[in-house]
């Protein structure tokens, strides 16, 4: 096993702290920027994922606003289909009833001839 030296005196003592203490300094410093270091690129790591995720966030915003923009455009075409839809129905059903009664009239009418064909052929 070593000995240990007593500690040397004067400026010798002086010199040799100021060494180590510096030494000791530039260790920790060294220790220091490493891990200032490793923690900068795991920042920087991380930034680019979150960077990356916000540029998926934004194209998927997107492509929801050209979605609804074309559902939006879909469902006023409908609308449109239906408002000429009902005008044409609407109109149909005028025919309709206007049909319907012109019907009625020309099957009273036929009623009555017929009525008066009966009554002819009975008096003769």
Same mark, same amino acid.
């Given at each position: 096993? *070593?000995? *240990? *030296?007593?500690?040397? #005196?004067?400026?010798?003592?002086? @010199?040799?702290?100021?060494? /180590?203490?510096?030494?000791? %300094? ?6 220091? %920027?490493?891990? !200032?270091?490793?923690?900068?690129? /795991?920042?920087? #790591? ?11 966030? %934004?194209?998927? @915003?997107? !492509? ?5 923009? /074309? ?7 409908? !609308?449109?289909?239906? !408002?000429?839809?009902?005008? /044409? @129905? ?23 001839? @017929? ?6 052929? *009975?008096?003769?």
């Amino acid at each position: 096993m *070593r000995q *240990r *030296r007593p500690p040397p #005196r004067g400026r010798e003592a002086t @010199v040799k702290d100021v060494v /180590e203490t510096v030494s000791s %300094s530039a260790s920790e410093m060294q220790s220091s %920027s490493t891990s !200032t270091s490793a923690t900068a690129e /795991e920042t920087s #790591r991380q930034a680019t994922a979150v960077a990356a995720a916000s540029e998926q966030a %934004s194209s998927n @915003v997107q !492509t929801v606003a050209t979605a609804a923009e /074309e559902l939006s455009s879909s469902i006023q075409e409908i !609308t449109r289909q239906v !408002t000429e839809a009902s005008g /044409e @129905v609407g109109a149909a059903a005028t025919q309709m009833s206007g049909a319907s009664s012109e019907l009625a009239k020309q099957a009273e009418t036929l009623r009555a001839e @017929v009525e008066r064909f009966i009554a002819k052929v *009975r008096a003769a």
